[in-house]
């Protein structure tokens, strides 16, 4: 009885140092339970909403002015008299003023491209899109955090730290909105 209590007790040491404890608890892996528990990956899509509007102006006036006068008399023959004057007059107004605005509203679905080891992610994807032989595209580029994805996956483009967001055109419209090679080439001369 005594070598069967000794090999019991062996086996269950053996055990117990065969198994090994090991915590539950992954630092790289936690997810607070208020989370949507979606694991994050390289790979993994998300759509942004582009909502950017950015407006600009300028305005600037410029006046200057400068009056000079030389006047001069010479006496001649008794009871003549001559004189003459000379004016110059100098005067600058210059107003300019420059107006930007745009809007860009879009939705586009970007790809995980890294994730970072604060757990942020490093975002890009593009869409293009073509009506009526007008080709439009939209890029999407920056660092997104996890807390600004919603539960449906989505994140605002205001909430893209770095970002890169770019809408192109080509076609018979852009074309038009285009001056001419020659107009171009005048411009750089100043006409």
Known sequence: MKTTLWRSALVLVACMQAAGAT????????QPL?????????GDLITVMVY???S???AANTTAARDAGVGF???GTPGKRYAGTVNATNKTDGRGRTAREGKVLAQITVTIRAIEDNGDM???GEQMLEINNERQQI???GVIRPQDVSDTNVVLSTRVANAKISYAGEGDLADKQRPAWWQRLLTLFGA
């Open 139 to 141: 890029s999407v580029e």
């Open 23 to 30: 915590s539950l608890y992954k630092p790289g892996m936690y």
């Open 52 to 54: 950017e509007n950015a």
């Open 122 to 124: 490093l975002i890009a």
């Open 56 to 58: 600009a102006s300028s």
């Open 73 to 75: 008399g010479v006496e």
């Open 34 to 42: 208020t989370s949507d528990l979606r694991m994050r990956k390289v």
